[in-house]
């Protein structure tokens, strides 16, 4: 089983979206997501857009990264940069750290209709980035 851990400041939109991307893809993995600094909730319009594509994120809720420390991955990803720059040092074994980068659709400003436009953006980027690491994995499971 392959070990994943996403990362983000707040847990509240990218790494939550990345979370249900990688499930949804299916595998032998084990997929978290933690912040940290954990918002309070999932942000509302991060389980929109998800649910538009048909995944689930609703009932998630986000971690502090603390809880998480002392645990081995097989994988650490950063999709913000402050969390790229405050990630936290773990006890457990870190076999390959990542950092994809994307902007914070939480700070959109506008129109709900612009508003959504820029989640359902990073959306399909944080899509299309996870299939293609989760199509890597896959190859080297075989």
Not at 27 to 45: C, I, N
Not at 60 to 71: I, Q, T
Not at 91 to 96: C, L, M, S, Y
């Amino acid at each position: 089983m392959t070990h994943i851990l996403i990362l983000c400041t707040g847990n509240s939109c990218r790494s939550q979206m990345a979370e249900g991307f990688l499930k949804s893809l299916g595998g032998d993995l084990a997929v978290f997501s933690a912040g940290t600094e954990p918002a309070d909730e999932v942000h509302p319009y991060a389980i929109r857009v998800m649910s538009e594509i048909g995944i689930d994120i609703s009932s998630n809720r986000p971690e502090n990264v603390d809880r998480f420390l002392r645990r081995s991955f097989d994988y650490v990803i950063t999709v913000c940069d402050q969390a790229r720059e405050t990630c936290p040092v773990f006890t457990g074994d870190v076999k390959h750290r990542l950092h994809m980068g994307f902007k914070d659709p939480a700070g959109a400003v506008g129109s709900e209709e612009k508003v959504l436009a820029v989640f359902r953006e990073v959306r399909d980027r944080i899509r299309q980035n996870f299939h293609e690491l989760h199509t890597q994995i896959m190859k080297g499971k075989k």
